[in-house]
């Protein structure tokens, strides 16, 4: 069971980039998937998150209206559209695995079950 997150690179202020959640020994249509990021000397947080059928998403306030979490389980991936990019987003950004979610705590990290590698995004100014 392996979740691997990529897409990840250098982009100027304003720019997009759009990251992969694709997993590997196992469908990622039976799991709440989150994406988390960590900048360096802070606490992960909670980016976005996307229930089992793709019905219901959730937003930091951080991201709200820029980033656009979305899943393709004939593709067993989840993506991470990210528009407007902006120096704090700068992070290294993990995808993780529920299965069994409670929505309203998305943005607790305990309530995953698996995690990815991470990617490095990278938004200068």
């Known amino acids: 069971v392996q979740l691997q997150a990529s897409g990840g690179g250098l982009v100027q202020a304003g720019g997009s980039l759009r990251l992969s959640c694709t997993a590997s020994?196992?469908?990622?249509?039976?799991?709440?998937i989150g994406w988390f990021r960590q900048a360096p000397g802070k606490d992960r947080e909670g980016v976005s998150c996307?229930?089992?059928?793709?019905?219901?998403?959730y937003y930091s306030d951080s991201v709200k209206g820029r980033f656009t979490i979305s899943r393709d389980n004939a593709e067993n991936t989840v993506y991470l559209q990210m528009n407007s990019l902006k120096p704090e987003d700068t992070a290294v950004y993990y995808c993780?695995?529920?299965?069994?979610?409670?929505?309203?705590?998305?943005?607790?990290?305990?309530?995953?079950?698996?995690w990815g590698q991470g990617t490095l995004v990278t938004v200068s100014s």
């Open positions: 020994g196992f469908t990622l249509e039976s799991y709440a």
């Open positions: 993780a695995a529920s299965e069994s979610l409670i929505l309203s705590l998305w943005q607790l990290d305990v309530e995953y079950d698996y």
């Open positions: 996307v229930s089992r059928n793709g019905v219901r998403t």
